[in-house]
């Protein structure tokens, strides 16, 4: 099946300073991406939906301007996580979405980035 | 807000028993599919349901649908130790494109 890596796996940061998580999907094109946000023992929520070309679309509560993405070509899409602080420290999944759409519908999950704020 | 809630949120069995896990959602969807998170780990796709489907199986999983009452379920026949992991229903809503996550079941088969 397609595969999407994340880079990096693990990152423990300052408090106030900026991480940077990118997400490939390796073997496709994903015209669609999505971040996601997962608390210890929690599910995953939604963050935002990013278009290659074009402004990510983000959910409610999850602040742009704090959480930039960059989805610049076909293959890659990066989540910033500006100005780190301790309770922004989670598991991030990006997915990204096989363009065949309709009926087959697969979204094919990254490994995830475990951010660790100190 | 999370669109499926999921029961029972954690569940013990004995290896070889079947572990059975139920998923309910609000709004009209076009499919539904399930997924497997080893812990601290991403997310494995193990199986996808259209709305106008009723059962699905693969391997040892079967899967059901009931649009008319709004959920799914996920029987996992005889279990194995390494099916210990957190499972989440997710649904692909009509309107968009957005897949949304149920609260997950934390499986544990003991040896």
């Known amino acids: 099946g397609a595969v999407v890596s994340q880079h990096p796996s693990r990152v423990i940061c300052k408090s106030g300073t900026s991480v940077k998580i990118e997400c490939r999907s390796l073997?496709?094109?994903?015209?669609?991406m999505f971040w996601y946000r997962q608390f210890p023992k929690q599910s995953l929520m939604l963050m935002a939906t990013?278009?290659?070309?074009?402004?990510?679309?983000?959910e409610q509560g999850v602040e742009k301007d704090k959480f930039l993405i960059n989805h610049a070509s076909l293959t890659l899409s990066t989540l910033t996580v500006t100005s780190a602080h301790p309770e922004d420290s989670s598991f991030y999944i990006c997915?990204?979405?096989?363009?065949?759409?309709?009926?087959?519908?697969?979204?094919?999950f990254g490994p995830g980035t475990r951010l660790t704020v100190l | 807000s999370q669109q499926g809630e999921e029961d029972p949120q954690a569940l013990s069995i004995q290896e070889g028993e079947n572990a059975t896990m139920n998923c309910s959602y609000k709004?009209?969807?076009?499919?539904l599919q399930w997924y497997r998170q080893n812990s601290g780990r991403g997310l494995v796709h193990l199986i996808l349901?259209?709305?106008?489907?009723r059962e699905k199986h693969s391997g040892r999983l079967r899967v059901t649908l009931d649009t008319s009452k709004k959920s799914s379920s996920l029987l996992i026949t005889a279990s194995r130790a390494a099916d210990t992991a957190s499972y989440f229903c997710?649904?692909?809503?009509?309107?968009?494109?957005?897949?949304?996550f149920g609260e997950g079941t934390q499986l544990t088969v003991n040896p």
């Open positions: 997915s990204a979405r096989s363009p065949s759409g309709g009926s087959t519908d697969t979204q094919y």
């Open positions: 073997d496709f094109q994903a015209t669609t």
């Open positions: 990013s278009n290659e070309g074009s402004k990510a679309t983000y």
């Open positions: 709004t009209s969807i076009n499919n």
């Open positions: 349901i259209r709305s106008n489907e």
């Open positions: 997710a649904t692909r809503e009509t309107s968009g494109s957005r897949l949304t």
